[in-house]
């Protein structure tokens, strides 16, 4: 069993930072790719990036490739997202997930946590 805990969220104006962080408890975190995902109001849940459970490797949607860097510590189980040049269309809630593939695919991630707000103001 894996439990997750994002923090980070919250209200930032266009074009600025915030980092987020997800806290994973359990003793298969190492061997867990762990991933982030987003969902915007009226919107389906959308793939953001994930990492490897070496976090050797990573992969991110397209769309976000230079803006936002996913990472992880094996000692802490921690996984954070440093998203840069924030807009609007970022806004929305940001999941951490964990599963035992690496890919993007929302159906290969078994445990999720329970989101955190990101608002990018105009």
């Known amino acids: 069993q894996v439990q997750l805990v994002e923090s980070g969220g919250g209200l930032v104006q266009a074009g600025g930072s915030l980092r987020l962080s997800c806290a994973a408890s359990?003793?298969?975190?190492?061997?867990?790719?762990m991933a982030w995902f987003r969902q915007a109001p009226g919107k389906e849940r959308e793939f953001v990036a994930t990492?490897?459970?070496?976090?050797?490797?990573?992969n991110y949607a397209e769309a976000l490739l230079g803006r936002f860097t996913i990472s992880r510590d094996n000692v802490k189980n921690t996984v954070s997202l440093q998203m840069n040049g924030l807009k609007p269309e970022d806004t929305a809630v940001y999941f951490c997930?964990?599963?035992?593939?690496?890919?993007?695919?929302?159906?290969?991630?078994?445990?999720w946590g329970q989101g955190t707000q990101v608002t990018v103001s105009s």
């Open positions: 997930a964990a599963g035992a593939f690496f890919t993007g695919a929302e159906s290969d991630y078994s445990y």
């Open positions: 359990g003793r298969t975190f190492s061997s867990s790719a």
């Open positions: 990492i490897s459970g070496s976090g050797r490797s990573t």
